[in-house]
């Protein structure tokens, strides 16, 4: 009963030092204004999508490489599109645009290359469209408590699979397998 009750206790510890053992997540925010007739939620949502989009990520992802070449890592698009959130409910012409990074200067590098990438494809059109930068976080977020259960649950079945290998390999060498064999039908 009581090796029961510790074990939320005990997932919750093993999540922590998962999170411990993590590095830290930064993140930096951006305000970005956008023309939209009469604060039309499609037309919102289409300018919200279009801050994913390759149009978008790429020339950001040129633009924080030191030369502003192509990036030499091929997942470099990927991550800095994965490490974005836009949230296009900022207000009535507004959207949102969150990256993470690992340090607080990269996360605003981030935004500000996916903020000026957009201004520069939208060309002639383009007015003052970013209005704010938020100040990146100075210290990571803090991990909800939810969370580090999770990991320890996953850490416990991690541990599970790890710790039933040897059990398996014993049972392998010690079970023949003619024993197993079902018999051919005719």
Request: proline share 10%; aromatic share 4%; charged share 20%.
């Amino acid at each position: 009963m009581t090796l029961i009750g510790l074990a939320p206790l005990t997932a919750w510890l093993i999540g922590s030092g998962i999170v411990l053992a993590a590095p830290p997540v930064y993140q930096s925010s951006a305000m970005i204004r956008v023309e939209v007739p009469d604060g039309n939620p499609a037309a919102l949502r289409r300018e919200a999508a279009k801050l994913k989009s390759d149009s978008i990520v790429k020339p950001a992802t040129r633009a924080l490489t030191p030369d502003g070449r192509a990036p030499k890592d091929p997942m470099a698009e990927y991550a800095l599109w994965t490490s974005l959130t836009v949230t296009e409910q900022a207000g009535p012409n507004l959207i949102k645009v969150a990256a993470r990074g690992s340090d607080p200067g990269e996360a605003r590098r981030k935004v500000l290359a996916v903020a000026q990438a957009y201004e520069q494809s939208l060309g002639e059109a383009a007015q003052q469209r970013l209005i704010y930068v938020d100040p990146p976080e100075a210290s990571p977020a803090r991990v909800a408590d939810d969370t580090r259960m999770m990991l320890g649950v996953a850490g416990f079945a991690v541990l599970g699979l790890l710790l039933s290998i040897p059990l398996l390999r014993h049972l392998e060498q010690t079970m023949p397998l003619r024993s197993l064999a079902l018999p051919l039908p005719n």
